[in-house]
């Protein structure tokens, strides 16, 4: 009964979803949302401001350069967990020791 | 013509999600699941985003297909 | 894994992909990629590598102490570049302000610093792929 009543639920939310995925505007129009003046300049100055054609890099690598940055810090600090707790280390049973 | 390629895509994603989740064998749920990152890149494709539809193919595709490749083969293979 | 016919198809093919994911690297600023995608093709070239060769062979090619040098390497790059800013006076990761070489647009040489972050990202999201993938397949399976 419980279960039924859940998947009935979960059903009404697909539906909804979907209704809410059809309202959402075409991909690319100007008329979205999304597309203020923050992407109006990027998009008019960023080969001037930059000098590269793909607008994509010049928004990671000079606009947000330090998202790009923390970014590559989170992959360092997770590799540095994984290597600390796999990776078999003379030195790590020296220190157990003492 | 493009709609209607879009919407096969899309069922085909579903598809292949419920199909992940229902497999036993986790080698084959691996297998769809590159399958499914496949898709997704052609999805991205056509959502004119190439530069995500090339790092999904890359990471989605090639990366989390092979780690989870070496996980089952340092586990067990059916659930 | 014994199969000549895997073993040569991966010694014609690793060369191709590592050169894609290179192209990808470079072209990063002028076509779609960029560090993020073309360092996972290298890594992915690399861990084909170790799948059918053995950790023992891809250790000789991309060693333990290599693996920590690109790792701490590429972030250290990435630094020194964004510290070019403030030597020449400006904020930290300026571009084209601290005198990087604006270029040609649609060149290879051009975009001021993008083109050299993005090696530093290529370099280190190769040497965390593969570190990633040899520290999972090497541990002891007691």
Redesign the interface.
């Known amino acids: 009964m419980m279960k039924r009543l859940i998947s009935v639920l979960f059903f009404a939310l697909f539906l909804a979803l979907s209704y809410a995925v059809l309202q959402m505007p075409p991909a690319g129009t100007p008329d979205a949302p999304s597309y203020n003046h923050t992407t109006e300049h990027y998009l008019a100055n960023a ?1 001037e ?6 607008v ?3 928004i ?3 606009y947000r ?2 998202d ?2 923390g970014e ?2 989170v ?2 600090t ?2 540095v967990a ?2 600390s707790v ?3 280390r003379p030195t790590a049973e020296v220190i157990r020791d003492e | 013509m493009i709609e209607f390629f879009n919407v096969l895509l899309v069922i085909f994603l579903i598809l292949s999600a419920l199909a992940v989740e229902r497999t036993k064998d986790l080698l084959s749920a691996v297998i769809i699941f590159g399958a499914y990152s496949f898709m997704m890149a052609v999805v991205w494709l056509l959502l004119r985003s ?2 995500v ?3 999904e193919a ?2 989605g595709a ?2 989390t297909t ?2 989870f490749v ?2 089952v ?2 586990t067990r293979r059916w659930e | 894994m014994n199969d000549i016919i895997v073993k040569t198809v991966t010694r014609i093919m690793v060369p191709f992909i590592q050169m894609y994911g290179i192209f ?1 690297i470079l072209n ?10 073309g360092g ?2 290298i ?2 070239s690399l ?2 590598y170790t ?1 059918v060769f053995g950790v023992g062979a891809a250790e000789k090619k991309f060693s ?1 102490r290599l693996g920590d040098l690109s ?2 390497g ?2 250290l790059i ?2 020194v570049i ?1 510290s070019v800013g403030i030597v020449s006076g400006g904020y ?2 300026t ?2 302000d601290a005198g990087f070489l ?2 040609e ?2 060149a290879l040489l ?5 083109p050299l ?2 090696v ?2 290529g370099i ?2 190769t ?3 593969i ?3 040899h ?3 090497e ?3 007691s």
Do not use: C, Q
């Open positions: 080969l401001e930059t000098g590269a054609t793909n994509v890099a010049a990671l690598t000079d350069a330090w790009t940055l590559t810090i992959l360092f997770a590799i994984v290597i796999l990776r078999k | 190439p530069d539809a090339l790092t890359a990471i090639g990366v092979l780690l070496g996980l083969s340092r | 990808v990063g600023h002028i076509s779609p990629g960029g560090g993020f995608a996972a093709l890594g992915v861990i084909l799948l333990h790792e701490s590429g972030i990435y630094l964004g930290f990761l571009n084209l604006k270029g647009a649609g051009s975009g001021g610093m993008i972050l993005m530093a990202i280190k999201v040497s965390t792929i570190t990633l993938f520290a999972m397949i541990e002891d399976p």
